[in-house]
Every structure is written in structure tokens, then in C-alpha cells.
């Protein structure tokens, strides 16, 4: 079992910046791919970004590309998205996940990963 804990969410203005944050614990955290995934009210939760294990390779949706950046510390057991020129957009819960899949594979539709966090709240305002 892993058990991940998302910090680090809150209400910023638009334009500027959150970093977020996921603690694992239990099994071996830098066994696992990392993601972040979003889900705003009324919608579906969509991929945002991901790493895998050794933090080498990264993948992020469109949508975010160039504003947020995913990175871990496997010496903390710790995933961290950085999320700049936030957008009202943007508003939604934030959820990490953990899996021992490729991070291709966390972006397809309907994906479950094995591990996920309890999420945490970013608000935008414009």
C-alpha cells in the first residue's frame, strides 16, 4: 500500500503561482510513476501532468504545458507540481496518484491508478 497526502493548495489571484505538494509513504515511493490529475465542478477529472520513477521523463497536458512543472524528490518520497500564470481555468481539486506503469499510460482515458491522494483545492480568482 501507498498512501499519499497532497499540501499546498489555496486561493491565488490570477497570474500567480501554487506549488503543490504529495507525500508518500508505505511502499517504496521512487518504485512508482507519479501523476497529478485536476477535477473542476461538473466535469470529468483530467490528467495534468506526470513523472516516472527516476523523474527523467515527464509528460503534461496541453492545457498546462509551459506554466506547470512536475518534479519528485525520491529522497522525500515527495511529488511536486509548480504551477505559475495560474488561470481561473485552473480552479479545481488537485489530485496525485501513484502507479508502476509508464506515464504514457496515465494520460489515456478512464485511467485508474492504483494509489490516489484525497486531493487538494486550488482556486483561481480573475
Known amino acids: 500500500q501507498v498512501q499519499l497526502v497532497e499540501s499546498g493548495g489555496g486561493l491565488v489571484q490570477a497570474g500567480g503561482s501554487l506549488r503543490l505538494s504529495c507525500a508518500a509513504s508505505g511502499r517504496t515511493f521512487s518504485y512508482y510513476a507519479m501523476g497529478w490529475f485536476r477535477q473542476a465542478p461538473g466535469k470529468e477529472r483530467e490528467f495534468v501532468a506526470a513523472?516516472?520513477?527516476?523523474?527523467?521523463?515527464?509528460n503534461y497536458a496541453n492545457s498546462v504545458k509551459g506554466r506547470f512543472t512536475i518534479s519528485r524528490d525520491n529522497a522525500k518520497d515527495t511529488v511536486y507540481l509548480q504551477m505559475n500564470s495560474l488561470k481561473p481555468e485552473d480552479t479545481a481539486v488537485y489530485y496525485c496518484?501513484?502507479?508502476?506503469?509508464?506515464?504514457?499510460?496515465?494520460?489515456?482515458?478512464?485511467?485508474?491508478?492504483?494509489?490516489w491522494g484525497q486531493g487538494t483545492q486550488v482556486t483561481v480568482s480573475s
Open positions: 513523472i516516472s520513477w527516476s523523474g527523467d521523463t515527464t
Open positions: 496518484a501513484a502507479d508502476d506503469v509508464k506515464i504514457a499510460t496515465m494520460t489515456e482515458i478512464d485511467y485508474e491508478a492504483d494509489y
